[in-house]
């Protein structure tokens, strides 16, 4: 992949790490909207990518939000609410990925920053602050954080959160759920990449038809979500993952869910 926001490293297991690069402040435009797009098409089509930790090259800030010098500069005749779609679809591609996904979170993550940890999987922080914060510039969240934060922490909090602008410190996000985990600055790397390190270890195939019936819980009345259920039950069938599950069990050992993929630590 040619990325000019993002580096990769493989690390064992099928671990990738992304590095959010675009100074001077990550901030979440058409080039990172447009690696992130990238990324996601290359996870999908190469089984040996196991989980995903996103972390970001800037020891202050995450991902900053958008671009609101070129928000402001934009002329009336920008449809905005199809921007805001493009962004949506990007990160409901990014909830559904077939991999796990962890936002090692070092450094503010705001608004649109904000947005797109909550598309993740899990984010385990470690400094800086946690919010959408667009109602103090007379805008909302556009890119889907209006309706993650609330499934989040439900409706009441989302509202306070919101309507106030409110900036969480690590400690204060892990307390209502906004994030996984708070822990040191210095361990986050190290904590984020054992997580994913198990999660790789794990079903994968298995994990990615979980978090899919998981999202029609969340979009779907029952009756649906259960159909999503039993057809993803089904699929579990398919992924080569079930026989080895089982061999192990009756074996009294680990599973090892890489061999089909002859990956190794």
Known sequence: MNLETMTIEKLDYGVHIVTINNPPANTLNAGIQQDL???????????????????SANPK?????????AMGSSDENVDFAESSKHVQDIFNRLEALRVPTIAAINGHALGGGCEFVLACDFRIMGAGTIGLTEASLGLLPGAGGTQRMTRLVGGAKARELMYLSKRLKAEEAAAIGLITEAVAPEELEEKAIIFAN??????????????????????????????????????????????????AF????????????????
């Open 37 to 55: 797009l990238q990324l996601i098409e290359e996870v999908e089509k190469t089984p040996a990518i196991r989980a995903i930790v996103f972390k």
């Open 61 to 69: 800030i995450f991902i900053a939000g958008a671009d609101l010098g």
């Open 198 to 247: 198990k999660l790789a270890q794990s079903a994968v195939g298995a994990i990615g038809l979980i978090k899919g019936s998981i999202l029609a819980a969340e979009e779907l009345p029952l009756e649906q979500g259960l159909l999503v259920e039993r057809e993803a039950f089904a699929k579990t069938f398919t992924t080569g993952e079930v026989n080895e599950g089982i061999r």
């Open 250 to 265: 009756f074996e009294k050992r680990p599973p090892n869910f890489l061999s089909q993929l002859q990956i190794n630590k």
